[in-house]
């Protein structure tokens, strides 16, 4: 009587431990989902999405790889050496990304220092130290799109393991649909931005006008670059003329004290300015 009780007390802690597992990856899924739900600027979603798997591995660095043509090019990259890796690019089918990518086949390394699958050329090449790594691709109709790698533990002393990588798998096809999405959306907005583009060019080419010409940029220009205001100035032999607002048939400086000093100081501006904070 004394072991089934104990044998039951057993499977019955099992039960328990088994049931807050899943309650916990059902939150960490969730979410998940309501972090990437968030945006459809591309490099934003693929930041989200990589910060929260790094967040949820307890890991030190990743990157987000998306195939374009024949290549995949890191888009996004979180750790000691993120600067060196945005904008890589490795061939598909080529070292452990490229190769995750083709195989449309998730690749750990517990333990790069007894793995002939890692060559270290990107450690030597960024002077950091990879001790264990995930990397899984993102799937999107049984497409290879891209892959994303998870690079070391926090606790130096720890390696990933299998339940780590399918943990991370189950992310990342949480995110494909969404990365699909916002890629389409980039295509569009691109395609959006070439057009007006194409009606700048169209105004400029056929309009003999130059206050009708600026006008029209100050204006249209703003489909591809939000913005509260614009202005352009035209150089005569001494100063700087304005002679455009967005929003404004007929330039008031008088009756506007932010553009009488926007004004003011045209002629002072001797190279780009870029100012993110005017209250600061």
Same mark, same amino acid.
């Given at each position: ?108 390394? %517990?333990?790069?220092? !007894? ?5 270290? #050329?990107? +450690? ?6 990879? /001790?264990? *790594? ?104 001494? %100063?700087?003329?304005? !002679? ?5 048939? #007929?330039? +008031? ?6 553009? /009488?000093? *926007? ?18």
């Amino acid at each position: 009587v004394l072991g089934e009780n104990a044998a039951s007390a057993i499977v019955n802690a099992r039960t328990f431990e088994a049931e807050k597992v899943a309650r916990e990856r059902i939150q960490v899924f969730n979410d998940f989902n309501k972090a990437q739900s968030t945006t459809l600027e591309l490099d934003k979603l693929l930041d989200i999405i990589l910060k929260k798997a790094i967040g949820i591995l307890d890991a030190v660095a990743g990157s987000v790889w998306i195939k374009e043509g024949a290549d995949l090019v890191c888009k996004v990259a979180a750790g000691p050496t993120a600067g060196k890796l945005v904008g890589a690019k490795v061939g598909v089918g080529s070292g452990i990304v490229g190769s995750v990518v083709s195989k449309k086949a998730p690749i750990i390394v %517990e333990d790069t220092e !007894k793995s002939d699958l890692f060559s270290g #050329k990107v +450690d030597d090449a960024t002077g950091f130290k990879t /001790k264990s *790594l995930i990397t899984v691709p993102l799937l999107h109709q049984d497409d290879g799109i891209g892959a994303i790698q998870i690079i070391n533990k926090k606790d130096g002393d720890d390696r990933f393991t299998k339940q780590d990588m399918e943990l991370l798998s189950s992310l990342a096809g949480l995110s494909t649909s969404a990365i699909k999405n916002a890629t389409l959306f980039e295509v569009e907005r691109k395609a959006k931005d070439l057009h007006t583009l194409l009606e700048i060019s169209k105004e400029v080419s056929s309009n003999l006008d130059i206050d009708s010409v600026l006008l029209t940029v100050v204006n249209l220009t703003n489909q591809l670059v939000p913005y509260e205001r614009a202005a352009m100035f035209v150089k005569d032999e001494k %100063e700087f003329i304005l !002679k455009a607002v967005s929003g404004m048939a #007929k330039i +008031d400086t008088s009756a506007d004290p932010a553009l /009488k000093a *926007l004004d003011n100081a045209a002629d002072v501006i001797e190279k780009d300015l870029y100012i993110p904070d005017a209250e600061k």
